[in-house]
């Protein structure tokens, strides 16, 4: 494959970069709350710099190739290298992972969960970003599982800690869940691995020769595979870690989560699975485009059961990336841009509900529906934001979340050749279902917690006027990027679909379309 | 026609086009910078954005109305026969994959007509507000929202292609939400933006699995012959007239479609919503609710109309989907209006009802009386719902009951009684009112085209308009005041439902309240003056009793279905040289559009047929028209006011009438069948049973795995590690001993725990690791 080596110290630099900022906290006593605040800022808005530095060298013309491509030894007895680059298709995630780290840090300056603790927060959520940040560049599958797993640990502490009364069994179970997933990933690897002669884990090598393995291997490969991202994504029957994970985790954590971590799992197909092992992908796809609309449908009613706010919110997760899984299944390259915006789209909108579920309860002190009322009165312009990101989740044309789902609806008509055609016209009719439902459940939960008056909570009048005041600045500095963002993409999908493209066909390529 | 009988192609004269038509996309453009302006700065202006809403609707009013002159030249620059090119301007919006989403204007007879309706009736609607909502708590809101409805649909019309028309299409949904939920305080009014929203949501279903199937079906299509993408309104028109299309395909695609129509434009069995979504302010529900938004539906059937032509087989006559779901709707809503007491509820209906007459138009291949009646019928029934809204604002005291609060007010509101009459008997279709030249040519065609049983339904209907409109008017105009408007100003009596407009003008309204009913304002009088003589006068524009030289209407807007070949694609010099083909002797079937592959050029419009006017047929339908009014008339006098003891109290009396009465009142079941049955089993029982399989199988079994491992790893430890000191064993069993903590959360554990518990996970990975190596 080809690849470009120009300023290949960047992706280094701007993925370890945070390390450089966990160290320096570590450095300082811990009583000097607004020194590491100040620290993990500084960090986190060098990181994305560097990111912007990334994304201004990068050639969009030749999207389709890595970029800032270096290669060193590193377990040279497993022959693993680390070997990190950035095409089309990763590049939008890697800058996606700094700008909410970034959002999420200038959050928490003043919306610090319990029980406190700034040093070792700040420093999880840069351990955090590295390691997400780490998996977007990975081009080795050893270097890809060390990141992919990095991530977890940081994740674990967040929810197990900072998280609600239920925190434990929430946090455990994600960490479970994801262990159990990446453990038949790695088998998966290290199949692979041996199955092209033991050469090399680097993914352009394997993509060159996965292809040749034999058939019922590569099923059993994939399948390995399909868990360990499955659960990440996560998809039916794989995501009952993630309403209990999001219900229980701090805001920082949600967002997070939402924005960037279940990306990890879709990303983990259209870089690893689908260009290694083509003949098992065509294979397996159908059944992923079922489990996805199951999602969808899925989802959505989960969504309709639930009196929590974030939970419901959650759940809706569930319901969109099975949209994205959607597009994925097609294997056209039209259906995958479409998963690949989706993923920038729910990051995006999602990231932002999960934002401002956080303030709800910081103000109501609680996320149940039937509490809350009249929003729109109390706090207009957090019930305005709220709305618009209903609105853009539900897939309005002109915002975002249309343009992950629509394109994957209409990918689903004409899959990829060699998938039954009559099978995935099913599919479309019920994702366009599923799109009711999403107005639905989106209605429903704004109709109840923004219209109306307001409710009489048990706290006495002149404590619940001083709580509820509307967006703080640090609100509105950590969220405007993300509305902006919705918007704009809504209204200039272009922006991101042409990055995608080029990357995408060249992922494809491998199925000869 | 000499022309015509001629046998070679004849190269016509290029058609003039304009400033205006080439510069038509300004005119969503307009309202919508408007709209951002509203939202940013709208607070801190002078009128509190209103002017900014007003003047951007003037200048889309002047920039349509421009087009509109332009357009009536360039017809006029064609020969009789020749097809007139839309003025089509495209850009690439965005395109991946070999997928091409473009943005532009298809600009045409029939987009110009509704692009000047709807800016027409926004700035009278907008002028209207003015005075309507002086005072209103979310005054901004509410003419941002109006702004951004006018840009949306406007954008939505002259679409060119099928992503631009679903935009449009999709932020006037939003509209329609924020405006019926304008007083959101109120639980009625925001269950009623929801329903609205969601219902129509449903039929959008169809939106998007046909423009799916339309893409793919023409895209190979469009692209070769006329080099657009399938998404291309004007490419899917050709490709469903070309002969190409698989009949099951166009079939599913249209019937697809229609769905979404359905919806959207109130037809039976989704029009629940428009009557709730009176909820709204008044100047909304004229807007929205009656003129603009609702015949969306009906627009993209004549905006698509080779698609539903071909793919239902209209021309085949006998009853198709649209007519079938037309003619229902005509009855089924006109029924419900006899039995409303809210005046804007009536008005609803009867607006669903005119719907249905629409759809009934198209789908009998009654294209121009069809769209004919979507432009007479914004004058008079947007004037009717304003005349409504200048009652409750000037006489009834924010109420809308008929029964409770009106009466009588032919005499302190003349300006609103006259505009009320005038507006009344156009949408009647009484000779010689806008509505008789648009209404009573639909039911002419219906007959003429072999769709005879529904040409009788829409007779039916007719009587039926005429009976509730004039009950309607006797209750509020005739007869003796009564409650707010014999001046009683109760305000302990409203209930929730007949205050649904009090947020209006909730503080500086109670000084005019005591000085009892009367006139409305200038600002509210004028736009009813301006459209009650819209209403009486715009059917001439279309007089088809008076011949075909008075037939403008269809000379502008009415495609023309000739086989066009364009140069540009055939490789010819010059610039897109139009050619006619002629093709029979025959001059009433000169085309081959829509009824045969077209053989050498393209058709974008299929050939219509058109009934031959006769005063007999016509004095038949104003008979039973007249029928109706003096039927109601009677009854609502003699029931009324003469409080006849033969009337009252009828329904309680006989058993039968009863029950027609009751289902009426109950909507025929269809809000309880909707609500209590669908949307409350979803919501409940299904959503709570798929959450059930969450918590309990999948969840279940998630736990299962951990207890027993749980036991698994204790029998290990128990029996291996204490006897055997093995650390890979030791950091699976601590590994699977934490498992079972995940089954028990009330048992909470240390940080250190977990610490200990990720140290072991890494431990596993390592050893892997180090196995691997050696």
Redesign the interface.
Known sequence: MNMLRDNNWVLSVGTFLPMLGVVVMMLMPKAQDQAVKFVALVTSIATLAVGIFTAMNFDFDQAEKMQFVAETKW?S??KSSYLIGVDGISLPLYLLSMVITLLVVIYSLDHLPNPGKPKAFFSLLLVLQTGMAGTFIAQDLILFFVFF?LVL?PM??LI??WGGE?R??A???F???T?FGSALM?VAF?ALFFKTGAESFSIPYLIENGGSIAKNVQIWIFAGMFVGFAVKVPMF?FH?WL?DAHTQAPTQGSVILAAVLLKLGTYGFVRIALPILPIAAREWAPYIGGLAVIGII?GA??????SDMKRLIAFSSVAHMGFVMLGISTL???GI?AAMFGMVAHGLITGMLFFIAGSVKERYHTLEISKIG?M??QMPRLGWIFGFCC?ASLG???LAGFWGE??A??ST??PAAGLNVTVYRVF??IA??G???A??YL??LY?RI????PKNNSHDEHSAQEELHDVTTHEWLAWSPLLIGILVLGI???LL??V??PA??VTLSVFGG | MNLFSSVDAEVLAPLTSGWFLEHAWLIPVVPAIAFALIILFGKRMPFKGSELGVLSMLASLVLSAGAGYQWIQRVNSATEEQFVDPVIKSWT???????E?GIGQHIDGLSILVLFVVAFISTLVQIYSLEYLRGDRRYTHFFAALTLFSGGMLAMVLADNM?LL??GW??MG?CS?MLI?HW????VN??A??KA??TV??G??GL??G???L??AANDWTRENLDVSGFSIRGISAWALSGEPNSTVIMIAAIALFIACIGKSGQFPLHTWLPDAMAGPTPVSSLLHSSTMVVAGVYLVARLYPVFFVGLDIPGGGGNLIVIIGGITIVISAALAFVQNDIKRVLAYSTVSQLGYMMLGLGAGAWMPAVFHIFTHAFFKACLFLGAGSISHSASHHSFDMKRDMGGLRKVMPITFATWIISTLALCGVFPFSGFFSKDEIIDNVGHNGYGLFMIIALIGAFMTAAYMTRATYLTFFGKPRGASAGHTDHSAHDAHDAHDAHAVHDSHDAHASSGPHESGLLITVPLIILSVLALSSGFLNATPFGESWERMKLWVEPRAAEVIDETHSGGPGESLVVILPSAEDSHSKSVCGSAQPEKGICYAPQLNHAPFKWLKAMMSLAIVFLGIAVSWVLSFRLFTKRDPRLVGLTQRVKILGVGHKFLVNKYYLDDFYEKIIVRN??GP???A??WI?QNI??GI?HKI?SSSRLISGWVYRNIDQRVVDGAVNNSASFTK??G??AQ?S???K?SQ?GA??FS?AGV?AL??VI??T
């Open positions: 377990i007895v497993i797993e640990l674990f502490f197990g800690v239920q434990q069994y946090s455990i179970k960490f479970l869940y262990m790695l290290l029957p009952t309403p899925y009613l989960g969504c309709l059961a639930q056209t390259s039209f841009n009249g729109l009165t609105m309005l044309p002109g629509f394109p609806i209409l008509y004409n479309m009719v366009a279902l799109t009711v439902l107005a639905a209605l429903w109709q923004a219209f109306g008056t200039m999908p272009n679909f042409s995608f493209d995408v066909q | 919006w965005w395109q991946n994959a070999g997928f989403f992503m679903l935009l999709e932020i939003l939400f939920g959101w305080e109120e639980d925001s269950k933006a929801l929203f969601f949501r449903v959008d279903v998007l699995v423009i799916s199937m893409y793919f979803i919501a299904i959503a709570s798929a959450y969450n999948l969840d998630i951990a934490s498992v903590t995940a959360p048992q909470s554990g940080v977990y518990l990720l996970a990975a892997v690791l691997i190596n």
